[in-house]
């Protein structure tokens, strides 16, 4: 097994673990959640992943960028919520059952609708696509859905163990995911550097700017639901974007980076917004302090 071959194990496991922790804590009608709020639901696939596509679509036609940055922003607008979002999304003031639901409607939603964007894409800008259905089928199910509710069924039948070991599983995973990713960052560090000139941060700090906007804008009158979906729109699954990116364009190695660090540079841009939302739930729910 290669190096390569090595982390990428590392970060599908890390993702894997830290999604079965949060199942530990969850409920079948947390995952529920958004298709029995049709309204919401409806908000929110627009938000993530038809608005943020045409947000990608446009910085590309709009700037002369590098091809593995026009191909990450896709990818990433057309993918799920990232596994480490809910956590940030929950100390945030976001609801729990509303971060979950999403989680799970977003990662479903995305095996129908990767396959037709990519499609749509590959017509729009004459480029050979594949429509990868398979392979973001088993990317969602292995890295969302199965270990999701695993820990959901554990948490049914045995919630003394889910609350003794949710805490320790999901520290493990987070660990486990800096320890794969930050190797690849520094490898990957020559070139990301040829890409600084070519605006490569500019365009994911913009994504990430736009992303949390729009989310806000469209999460509705609750503040904590505009809090979810602010966070959740600007950031994206990894794994699924990676996933589509190594499918058809296989010799831009450069992509797997650029989606890397957007999770860094995501999570930094989101900082100052998490404060914000953080102290305004604080205030509307002082009980909660």
């Given at each position: ?130 429509e990868p259905e398979s392979a973001i089928a088993s990317v969602v199910l292995i890295s969302i859905i199965i270990p999701l509710v695993a820990g959901v069924i554990v948490r049914h039948f045995a919630p003394d163990l889910a609350n003794r070991t949710e805490r320790l ?121």
């Open positions: 097994m290669t190096l390569a071959q090595i982390i990428g194990f590392a970060i599908n496991a890390s993702m894997f673990l830290i999604v079965f922790a949060l199942g530990l804590r969850a409920t079948f009608d947390d995952m529920t959640y958004l298709f029995r709020r049709p309204s919401l639901f409806v908000r929110s696939i627009l938000s993530m992943n038809i608005f943020m596509l045409a947000v990608a679509v446009l910085l590309s036609l709009l700037f002369n960028l590098h091809p593995a940055i026009k191909i990450a922003l896709v990818t990433l607008a057309i993918s799920p919520v990232p596994p480490v979002l809910p956590g940030k999304q929950e100390k945030a003031g976001g609801s729990a059952s509303y971060t979950i639901g999403l989680l799970v409607a977003t990662a479903l939603v995305s095996i129908v609708l990767v396959p037709l964007a990519i499609s749509l894409l590959g017509s729009s800008f004459n480029i050979e696509m594949h599983i999901s520290r493990f995973a987070t660990l486990l995911l800096i320890v794969a990713v930050v190797p690849v960052l520094f490898i990957a560090w020559h070139a990301i550097w040829a890409l600084i000139g070519n605006g490569i941060v500019i365009m994911l700090v913009l994504f990430t700017l736009i992303g949390v906007a729009l989310g806000h804008f469209l999460g509705g009158p609750d503040p904590d639901d505009r809090t979810v979906l602010a966070l959740a729109t600007g950031t994206r699954h990894p794994g699924v974007a990676i996933a589509i990116a190594s499918l058809n364009f296989p010799d831009e190695k450069a992509v797997m980076a650029v989606v890397l660090y957007h999770l860094a540079i995501g999570a930094i841009v989101s900082i100052p917004y998490v404060r914000w939302r953080t102290r305004i739930h604080a205030t509307l729910h002082p009980e909660m302090k």
